[in-house]
């Protein structure tokens, strides 16, 4: 197995990367005039010439320009066809456009767009809801991130509690009070932030992740409303939780007082009910944005019938008045029919199936690769969900995941997957098996990275 060196990123010389990526940014360039002389100087009228910065974060001389996305195929505007694993980052995990959500949105386009009242499709949703998830009380956002937001503050609502507890490199959305981390041992605010003025220990605890020591010494003042988590850490490298942990955080969060919230936004990869219906969590809110709507922006949270009667208590006492808990464009009918879309066409059993079969195959493709070519790097898989990783493993914690990310290397493996038609997430190393991802895609990703680490290695 290679080793680290002075001069090696997680078993790759560095010297390797970087002509490896210089060769590959030319490639690059070269299969893209159109799309260079349209944005490879930034599109004109945009901040740093992109629609929204994230745009910025592909690790590509100048965005891919899209013409048109269906499947799990994307061709840009040069004609390059690429093999689609990224799914707009789970927006689009069940492929683009799915049909039934495409002949739902086209309905309901001449019926009127957002009215602020409820439709039939509404009502369908909310039994729709109810039956896949379990919990019997549910309320409609436009993003994870409101989602999210809401919840917590019903949370500190009903229990009276000033403060949150997040787990070291969680990911959920861009709510304020979750972005600390861990330095050495000390919570501190994530310093990439911008314009944040509070120290956010005053409203948050941060654990590490699987350290059920920690999370019960955090927990016995009993001054924490909620822990907002994710079953799997899914944002950065992916860390599985040991054998009994969500027992042990149920129970720790029911013996002091404490509601849980599971985010599913990522882990929805995980089954139809996503990865509490799958293990038998039994989370007070639950909480899942992203693809729910096929790709409309949409989100949903649900709540128990203790959580609804507390709620509803604090309601009959509090002063008329806006709430801070909702935006005028949530809940809208185009929403409500692509969800309605989704919910009963697009996430079956049968289609989860094949996605997971497919992800099955990817995970054991990529193993092989790594082991045949000797490189100190892991894959590992939560449903339809699948990374790559360029460091031993498994993972246990966010302190680890961050030690186990190399840009660097990552980014040169990435535009090497872009040349070779294939498209993974931009953030890290995430890969994404649709219903319409097919068994030639996945061989072509696992013959892709093979040649990438093969040229990376020598």
Not at 237 to 250: A, I, K, T, Y
Not at 304 to 328: I, L, Q, W
């Amino acid at each position: 197995m290679r080793q680290k060196t002075a001069g090696s990123v997680a078993g790759i010389d560095s010297t390797r990367i970087a002509a490896f990526r210089e060769s590959e940014v030319a490639r690059y360039r070269k299969a893209r005039p159109q799309t260079l002389r349209k944005a490879g100087k930034g599109i004109a009228g945009f901040f740093d010439g992109v629609p929204m910065h994230w745009m910025l974060d592909w690790p590509l001389p100048f965005p891919i320009m899209v013409d048109q996305a269906r499947g799990a195929t994307i061709t840009d505007i040069d004609g390059n066809r690429l093999a689609d694993f990224c799914l707009g980052d789970t927006g689009s995990m069940f492929g683009h456009s799915p049909a039934p959500v495409a002949k739902a949105i086209r309905a309901q386009a001449g019926r009127g767009l957002t009215y602020m009242l409820p439709s039939d499709d509404a009502a369908a949703v909310g039994r729709l809801l109810v039956r896949r998830f379990g919990l019997p009380h549910w309320q409609i956002a436009t993003t994870a991130t409101d989602a999210n937001r809401f919840a917590i503050r019903m949370a500190r609502a009903i229990t009276g509690r000033p403060k949150i507890l997040v787990f070291n490199g969680c990911y959920h959305g861009s709510v304020d009070e979750t972005f600390v981390k861990l330095d050495g041992g000390r919570q501190v605010n994530k310093p990439s932030l911008a314009g944040q003025v509070i120290d956010l220990a005053l409203t948050t605890k941060v654990v590490e992740f699987n350290d059920l020591a920690a999370l019960a010494a955090a927990l016995k003042d009993r001054d924490v409303a909620c822990v907002v988590t994710e079953p799997v850490l899914t944002n950065s490298c992916m860390v599985l939780p040991d054998p009994g942990f969500h027992d042990d955080l149920r129970r720790l969060t029911r013996d002091t007082g404490t509601l849980l919230l599971i985010d599913e936004t990522h882990t929805i990869s995980s089954g139809p009910g996503g990865y509490t219906k799958r293990h038998g969590l039994q989370p007070d809110i639950f909480v899942l944005g992203k693809p729910v709507a096929g790709g409309v922006p949409a989100s949903v949270w649900g709540f128990t019938d203790e959580v609804a009667r507390r709620y509803a208590a604090f309601n009959r006492t509090k002063p008329a008045g806006y709430s801070g808990m909702g935006t005028t464009l949530s809940a809208n009918p185009l929403q409500f029919a692509a969800m309605r879309g989704t919910l009963e066409e697009v996430m079956t059993a049968k289609n989860y199936a094949h996605m997971e079969k497919l992800a099955d195959r990817l995970e054991r493709g990529l193993s092989a690769v790594i082991a045949r070519r000797s490189v100190p790097w892991h894959a590992t898989r939560v449903g339809a969900r699948v990374e790559f990783i360029c460091a031993s493993g498994p993972l246990r914690n966010g302190t680890e995941s961050a030690a186990a990310q190399h840009p660097v290397l990552e980014q040169a493996i990435h535009i090497g997957l872009v040349n070779r038609g294939v498209l993974i997430a931009p953030f890290h190393n995430m890969m994404l098996v649709s219903p319409a991802t097919t068994e030639k895609q996945v061989d072509g990703l696992v013959g892709a990275f093979d040649a990438v680490i093969g040229e990376l290695v020598g």
